[in-house]
């Protein structure tokens, strides 16, 4: 298993992706900034979740990975999402 | 490697150990997973009080410590590349910029701490139970353990990199063999990882 | 028989590795080894327990103060769960038969990292004396019982430190066992052995490990934080800043409900390689107890706020979790009906394992039902925190844990030690704890729905004779453990020389010498086209 041949991802690509996730960093201060009332949180997590996206599938490899590496990573994420969900049904509901 | 005689012989697995280390990844997830779900609660029960605390963290050494973060796992993955390509010094100047900017995110990080020390603002603090409100005792609460169990992941990042530099100077680590290098890089995108979900939550509430 | 003789002499118990003797036991790197070491240790603590637990049932021989003190009580309690729960069922059969069993079964050499599984073993034990430190050190035993409630928690002047550390640690040792074993059943499968020819015990263990990966870091963090709030006040748990301590036991239960997953998988795992052998058939629904398993593990996972009923959660909540509740029903039900069909029509060869693996399940089913019964949240509120309680989760998680513990022991002693253990004594120390176990904890089924509430040293008169027998039972039990235990140490040492596979199983453990070489297999086997892990044709 050990001369499996790696894909060598060129550093241009490391370049931009970090551009990408800079550009997303300033957007995210950018928007909380303008008073947006609830909408404020679910922007800069909406662009705290394209970073990580970006993060896990560039920097972490799991485009060049096997796919069941990022299955798994993709179940814990959904399985940490249902488990805030089941308790906020406590505390939205009380 | 010490001697292994008594022990099975088993071959080379790039893979496994990658796996172990995305494994051990998930653990820690989780771990913050759970100060996360405390974090949203509490957000939740107390909106106002986490909007008048979070406006008492430095926007701008939060937005720093980001990029640094972000360039240094830029860095790191890079390294990867360039170990793969049996480029040895490049990975190593690479790594080298990865360890300073990591001992840079912690100066900046002790300044930030050490300030907020000086304004009385520390868990358990009198000043904060006289002129806080509860909500803005817990907004600290949480920025401390949360920041401060992240800046132990730095500086258990840092030694895994420095393990890694230490093992491709005695040529352990090479183009056919690069695991713990590859781990290590998996380990620092994770604390990168969660200071993406950090400094919105707590520098960003405005 | 001179065959046999030499296979016990090339071993794994006689290899001779870096170290010799004792040294060469807690350093060695052999999943074998671990897998005892884990064996003794956790027998060692079980006893422990044990005696803390007889203690207990002492104490509510009769009303009023008999042996000890309330406060004592509380300790007793305390320090049972602790080590019941974090050093014995968690570990227990996974980190026993999971690490000896695990790489035969899939025709590996040895787990993916043998030296993390050391190092498991190594956090097992220094969590263990962590504990032990906050019995004998500082200033006094802890008394919040093994959930370590907030606020409690960080307001008594008990030492709890240690104790909440020790936890942490336990956590730890049990997350790198689990870690080890997904790798190891990725990646080092023998050639063929596809996932779906996997034996069910290797299955169960699989999941299993994925609940040990993911739910043991969010206990891990409660319990930091618990300290953190002991050392330092930063309000999380503490509703004088704010907090609120039913936060806590939303954390502590994320963890701690599927805790019990990790015991019972297993369990049925063992079980369901003891009844297709002694039943001498192919098992029952092979897929559907795969699928079982990892819905098990699910929807376990989801489950936790039943233990929080009248804690003041939402409607909303209580009626989510109800319903939850119950589906974990359908799957481990099919479990039962799968191991019911197995034994249909076999030839069943009545022997020690098979006896053990059958009051399993009967044991399982009365756990099972009475869960219902608290999952459902009327009868709840009139059985929650009375002995009731405390009858269901013992008949699940000891009765589990013990029954499928020695259906495992006996069924794969002959291959740990190479000899054969001995049937008389063997189901002597069956039917006594069988005996004991069902009058120590049906008492206390009938004691909670008269309103007995768990964890008081004191009772009302009226409920003295059903405490008694509970008494008694407990004595019967501890006698029938003795049995067992005597049998099978006296059995290591004389019983008769045990030939590679006597029970005619057909996974791939039993095709390796007993006890198995130090390498486990001289070749890797290859697993055919048409081998099966339950092939009885």
């Known amino acids: 298993m050990s001369n499996e041949k790696h894909h060598i991802v060129p550093y241009h690509v490391y370049v931009v992706i970090l551009g990408a996730l800079l550009i997303l960093t300033f957007a995210s201060i950018g928007i909380t900034s303008i008073e947006l009332g609830s909408l404020t949180v679910a922007a800069a997590l909406f662009f705290a979740v394209i970073k990580t996206y970006l993060v896990l599938i560039y920097f972490m490899h799991l485009k060049y990975d096997k796919p069941y590496i990022g299955i798994m990573v993709g179940a814990v994420f959904l399985l940490f999402i249902v488990v805030i969900i089941i308790t906020f049904l406590d505390y939205l509901y009380r | 490697m010490e001697s292994t005689h008594h022990a099975h012989h088993l071959p080379y697995d790039a893979e496994a150990s990658k796996i172990g280390m995305w494994l051990f990844i998930f653990t820690e ?3 913050f997973g759970g100060m996360f779900i405390v974090y949203s609660v509490y957000r939740y029960l107390n909106p106002e009080a986490f909007h008048l605390a979070g406006e008492e963290l430095n926007t701008f050494i939060g937005a720093v410590n980001t990029v640094i973060l972000l360039v240094s796992s830029m860095t790191i993955a890079m390294s990867t590349s360039a170990i793969q390509k049996n480029d040895i010094r490049l990975t190593n100047i690479l790594l080298g910029i990865t360890l300073i900017l990591a001992v840079v995110f912690l100066f900046n990080k002790y300044f930030e701490w050490s300030a907020k020390f000086s304004h009385g603002i520390y868990p358990g603090s009198q000043e904060m139970l006289g002129t806080m409100s509860q909500g803005e005792i817990l907004f600290f609460g949480l920025y401390f353990v949360m920041t401060g169990l992240h800046a132990l992941h730095i500086l258990v990042g840092i030694a895994l990199i420095t393990w890694t530099m230490i093992e491709l100077k005695q040529k352990k680590i090479h183009h056919e063999k690069y695991d713990l290098l590859e781990n290590s890089g998996l380990y620092w995108h994770l604390v990168d990882l969660i200071w993406i979900f950090l400094f919105p939550l707590f520098y960003l509430i405005h | 028989m001179q065959e046999a003789q030499s296979a016990l002499q090339a071993s794994y118990l006689h290899h001779q590795g870096r170290y010799k003797g004792l040294l060469g036991w807690i350093f060695s790197t052999d999943h074998k ?21 007889l203690a207990m049932k002492f104490e509510l021989l009769a009303p009023g103060k008999t042996i000890m003190e309330a406060r004592d009580y509380n300790a007793t309690f305390t320090v049972h769960g602790v080590i019941m729960i974090f050093m014995i069922v968690i570990p227990g059969l996974p980190a026993v038969f999971g690490n000896f069993l695990l790489p035969l079964m899939i025709g590996a050499p040895d787990v993916a990292f043998p030296k993390i599984n050391l190092l498991s073993w190594w956090f097992y034990v220094a969590g263990v004396f962590l504990v032990l430190a906050a019995l004998l050190f500082g200033s006094g035993t802890p008394d919040t019982g093994w959930t370590f409630y907030a606020p409690y928690s960080f ?13 942490f640690v336990l956590g730890f040792s049990s997350i790198l066992t689990g870690l080890n ?3 190891t059943i990725h990646r080092m499968r023998a050639p063929g052995m596809k996932w779906m020819k996997m034996p069910m015990f290797a299955w169960t263990l699989y999941g299993t490990a994925w609940i040990q990966l993911l739910a043991t870091p969010v206990v891990g963090i409660t319990l930091v934080l618990v300290a953190l709030e002991r050392i330092f006040g930063i309000g999380v748990f503490d509703p004088a800043l704010g907090g609120d301590p039913i936060l806590y036991q939303h954390l502590f239960w994320i963890y701690s409900h599927p805790a019990v997953y990790i015991m019972i998988l297993p369990a049925m795992g063992a079980v369901s390689e003891v009844i297709p052998t002694f039943s001498q058939k192919h098992i029952f629904g092979y897929k559907a107890l795969i699928i079982s398993t990892m819905a098990i593990a699910f929807v376990g996972y989801l489950v936790w706020g039943h233990h929080m ?14 319903l939850l509740t119950f589906l974990v029903a359908i799957p481990s039900a099919i479990k039962v009906f799968n191991w019911i069909s197995t034994m249909y029509k076999g030839s069943i060869n009545l022997k020690t394992p098979f006896y053990w693996a059958s009051s399993f399940i009967f044991i399982f089913m009365i756990g099972g039902f009475t869960g219902l019964v608290l999952g459902s949240l009327a009868t709840n509120v009139h059985l929650h925190d009375t002995a009731f309680v405390v009858a269901h989760f013992h008949y699940i998680v000891f009765g589990g844990v013990s029954f499928s513990f020695f259906a495992a022991i006996h069924y794969w002693f002959p291959k740990i ?3 054969m253990y001995d049937e008389h004594w063997a189901k002597v120390g069956w039917i006594m704890f069988f005996i004991g176990f069902v009058s120590l904890y049906t008492p206390m ?6 309103g007995m509430p768990r964890r008081y040293y004191d009772y009302l008169p009226e409920y003295h004779g059903a405490n008694i027998l509970s008494t008694f039972g407990s004595w019967i039990l501890a006698m029938g453990f003795l049995v067992i235990v005597v049998n099978l140490v006296r059995s290591a040492r004389k019983g008769e020389i045990a030939v590679a596979n006597p029970w005619k199983g057909k996974t791939l453990e039993w095709t390796v010498p007993s006890p198995p070489p130090f390498e486990n297999f001289k070749e890797i086997p290859v697993v055919g086209e048409k081998d099966g892990p339950y092939n009885y044709e």
């Open chain 2, 29 to 31: 997830l989780l771990l």
């Open chain 3, 33 to 53: 080894r671990i897998g005892l070491l884990y064996l003794y240790s956790i027998t060692t603590m079980f006893v422990v327990g044990l005696l803390l637990g």
């Open chain 3, 155 to 167: 307001k008594t002047g008990t030492n709890m430190l240690p104790a909440i550390f020790g936890a």
């Open chain 3, 181 to 183: 074993f997904i790798v």
């Open chain 3, 309 to 322: 009923f009248t804690a003041g959660m939402s409607g909303t909540a209580q009626y989510a979790f109800s």
């Open chain 3, 417 to 419: 030690y190479g000899r």
């Open chain 3, 445 to 450: 089924f009938y004691l909670g729905m008269k």
